[in-house]
């Protein structure tokens, strides 16, 4: 399995891959799937995570990256409503 | 200026597998330079049937040796200290149709953005001709497109502020917030000798001959988990991923 970038995460980063994977193969790609049953491994998961972006300075990134994306959605809309 | 690179190609298997190689696809043995991968959002809407995925790579020497030559030195404080360490982030997007038979995937690099950007998408879709069969039997088939656009905004910088998230990153290796200031002060007489234009496009043209060798690295690679899962299911790419890890070490 590929790693987190926190090594701390690993653990539960491969627990919820692994389901995700099973899931995926095995109801999503079939169209059987009514919900994404590793809803659960993956909040634990992301606990972990946020923790360790947090740390590192990176969540900040990734939030300005979010905001440029919902500008640029935004931009978008407006030229494409016109 | 902007450069582009596109490509389209085919690869052998169903639509199914190459989805899930897709978010499989690191590590594999044409990978080195990536070095984690990890969900930051996924989200399925069982109305539609699509699965939206952001997932963030770190990547290691991310800007070509050559293009590291061209910057001055304060580019360098944020990466580790030692003025070469080069790691990059790589935030991902996808989103699956499995009832349609397409997944679009984009990604573009947090970080060094003022210097080059680059944003890559790629689509895979299920032949046309079987889209209407949804469920039915599978071409053993997926068609592929590629685009990467590249930009370099070096210079820009010197207009404005060094960017927020980038005094957040390095917060931790540089005291106080005077850093970005300096920097700026410091660059106009480098520049002087070139003109960022000419470096733009510079950085620009061996971005793009980079891309045009990296992209039919990161297709072997895409094979080598296909005929992975093909062989022997997700065990014989997990089992995969382990060896290629010892070789490494």
């Known amino acids: 399995m590929s790693a987190s970038l926190a090594p701390e995460c690993n653990e539960t980063k491969e627990r919820y891959d692994n389901c995700f994977l099973k899931w995926y193969s095995e109801k999503y790609i079939r169209g059987t799937a009514t919900n994404d049953e590793c809803e659960p491994l993956f909040k634990q998961y992301k606990t972990c995570l946020s923790k360790a972006l947090k740390e590192r300075g990176i969540d900040q990134m990734l939030e300005d990256a979010r905001a440029d994306n919902k500008e640029n959605d935004a931009e978008y809309m407006k030229l494409s409503a016109r | ?249």
Not at chain 2, 164 to 174: D, I, K, L, P, Y
Not at chain 2, 190 to 211: D, K, V
């Open chain 2, 1 to 249: 200026m902007v450069r582009f690179y596109s490509t389209d190609y085919t690869y052998a298997y169903p639509f199914p597998a190459v989805s899930l190689a897709y978010f499989l696809r690191y590590p594999n043995p044409y990978s080195r330079h990536v070095a984690s991968t990890d969900t930051i959002s996924r989200a399925f809407d069982p109305a539609t049937q699509r699965l939206t995925t952001v997932r963030l790579h770190v990547k290691r020497s991310r800007l070509p040796p050559a293009v590291v030559k061209l910057l001055p030195k304060s580019t360098f404080t944020g990466g580790g200290g030692d003025g070469k360490s080069t790691q990059s982030f790589i935030l991902e997007r996808s989103v699956v149709d499995a009832r349609q038979g397409w997944m679009e995937c984009e990604s573009w690099n947090l970080d060094w953005d003022n210097v080059l950007s680059v944003i890559e998408k790629h689509t895979y879709t299920r032949p046309a001709a079987l889209s209407s069969t949804a469920g039915g039997v599978e071409a053993d088939r997926t068609d592929v497109s590629v685009s990467v656009t590249l930009k370099s905004r070096i210079g820009e910088q010197l207009r404005k502020r060094r960017q927020r998230w980038g005094e957040q990153a390095t917060a931790s290796s540089v005291s106080g917030s005077s850093n970005g200031e300096e920097e700026s002060v410091a660059k106009p007489g480098w520049f002087s000798s070139w003109s960022s234009g000419a470096i733009r496009s510079a950085i620009e043209s061996i971005s793009l001959q980079r891309t045009e060798k990296s992209q039919p690295k990161a297709q072997k690679g895409m094979s080598v988990v296909l005929s992975r899962l093909r062989n022997g299911g997700i065990q014989e790419v997990l089992e995969g991923m382990r060896k290629d890890r010892e070789l490494e070490i």
